[in-house]
């Protein structure tokens, strides 16, 4: 029964085509492969069609019109269809990969005008093949319209993964879909899932819909038989990169996904930010800290998040940089799971020569204060006395000062006895210290 319905659909849908003015292509986002929330796993594991999309394809966003996109949410509710799913087909079958663990997809839009409707959920769901269109449900996990919409922000690709692998067909071909059928569009809600596709015949079509219709139920069909573009089919592929691998192990999530590692110095002091997609089991963050960028030790410890497929920001200011005596820092993250497992980061190096560096004297002040102010580059250079009830008492511009040492004396002869705060400002660092006036 379910092969005749699918028959009965097909001989529809392929007489049922959108002309030209109906829809537009527009070129989206580029596209390098930069913005993946992670290497998939340590194992041997391939990302299907990934290279290709990064050396041949175009990114391209299509709309119809102003009701939606052709993949994703749109409301062709006159015509009384509804797009429910998106799928792309994959042929293994010249590869030894067995299982597939997860993906990456990219979506040009993923958000909604009903704050409420950002906590539902797109299913991601494999399916064998059956006849050339998708058949039995072989997997599926969901990920949150919230979690999308960041990564749309970012600039990031959606990441996915299974609770478990999935043994691929013995045939090796299959379909991944995005299962959007819990959105809306129409009706003056806005649930906006646009997913990426490359430019027309820029590849054979791959691509697949399941559609809900009033009058002749629901089935699967081949863009390439649905939408036209002035009488020429839409063959196109969608940007899903599945995950694959020829054993169970060969693709598994990472405890922690970074996204990046940052390091930077500020008012003399080393300022180090990093972040995370996903976390599992995390239980933080030593911070370690090298002279040689060989032999670390650990400075400090961040607390991690525990669990989250959210997208979580770190900081630590190492304070005591200039206590290291060395010209070059190195930093790195020690990533601890909550069972004692480590991963290591990347290592970052900072050069301490970046650092300003100053003094003030004599302290106590007599007549005239001294201020000797090491700079590592040209900077405009200016100072404030501020009085202990807050009064700004002094305040001179220097200018810009070229590298190099520089002292800049003023005269306090006439400043009444009492504490003093001194406030520099050197480029974008500022930096303070107390003096007695007797």
Known sequence: MKKNLLFTAFILFATFTYSQQNFTAVRTKNFNGIGQRSSPGAGACDTANLQTAINEWSPYLYSYGSSGYVFGTSDLSSSGITIQQDANFFDQSASSNNYISGGLAFFAFANSNVASHLDKNIVFKVYNNSGGVPGSLLGSVSVKLSQIHQDVLAGDLTEFWFPSPIALPASKTFYVSIDHSAFTWGGGTRDSIAIVANDDDESTNAAYQYLHTTSQGDGWISVHDFWTNGGNPLDVNLFVFPYLSNGLDGCTPLPVTMLNFAAAIKNNDAYLTWSTATESNNKGFE????????????????????????????????????????????????????????????????????????????????????????????????????????????????????????????????????????????????????????
């Open 287 to 438: 911070i370690q800290r090298s002279k040689d960028g060989q032999n670390f030790s650990a400075i400090g410890f961040v607390n991690g998040a525990g669990n989250t497929h959210q997208i979580t920001n770190y900081n630590y200011t190492d304070a005591t940089l200039k206590q290291l005596g060395a010209s070059k820092a190195y930093y790195r993250l020690k990533q601890i799971d909550l069972d004692g497992k480590a991963t290591y980061s990347q290592v970052l190096p900072l050069t301490a020569a970046d650092l300003h560096s100053w003094k003030l004297y004599p302290n106590p002040v007599k007549d005239q204060v001294t201020l000797e102010l090491s700079l590592a580059q040209s900077s405009r250079v200016s100072f404030q006395v501020i009085s202990q009830d807050g009064r700004v008492v002094a305040n001179i511009d220097k200018g810009v000062l070229t590298p190099g040492t520089q002292l800049i004396s003023w005269y306090a002869k006439n400043l009444a006895s009492g504490s003093y705060l001194v406030r520099l400002t050197a480029g974008d660092d500022v930096y303070t210290q107390k003096f007695i006036k007797r």
